[in-house]
């Protein structure tokens, strides 16, 4: 069932059945943000970034 705006089809009706038959089984965000197993055993040490704040000065 579509729903109207002045004439025009503006949104949609569904049943939550058919929103979760449409939508499939997709990835949440949490599990696109979380690390890949095995991650933790990569070795990894950035350098220190040479610039390190100082006090401002404000006299």
Known sequence: ???????????????????????GNQTTII???AQPPGVEAIDFHP???PDTPQPADLE
Do not use: G
Not at 1 to 21: C, G, K, P, W, Y
């Open 1 to 23: 069932m579509d729903i109207t705006n002045r004439e025009q089809a503006s949104h949609v009706l569904l049943t939550f059945a058919d929103f979760q038959r449409l939508c």
């Open 47 to 49: 350098p220190k970034a």
């Open 31 to 33: 599990e696109l943000l």
